[in-house]
């Protein structure tokens, strides 16, 4: 069975493992906080989608009731008469 390859960057140069380790702690954070980053952008594009599909027609309301001369009470806005 062939062995699948890595997306690990391998280390170039000379020194081993010395420098190597600091590296990679360098990278997982960063890669870590990327990840993290990525996921809260989607959760909160998610809530906004969410908050905005459900508070639209509410909105709307909300503002044909204050604007306009007669003040409309809800009921009269929401009836189909």
Do not use: C, Y
């Not at 959760?43 to 604007?67: D, E, Q, R, Y």
């Amino acid at each position: 069975m062939a062995s699948r390859p890595s997306l690990k960057p391998k280390p170039k140069g000379k020194g081993g493992k010395r420098g190597s380790a600091a590296a990679e702690d360098e990278q997982s954070t960063s890669a870590v906080a990327v990840r993290l980053v990525k996921e809260w952008s989607t959760l909160t594009m998610k809530a906004a989608k969410v908050a905005a599909h459900w508070g639209f027609i509410p909105l709307i309301i909300v503002v044909g009731m204050n604007s306009g001369d007669p003040k409309p009470s809800l009921f009269s806005l929401l009836s189909p008469v």
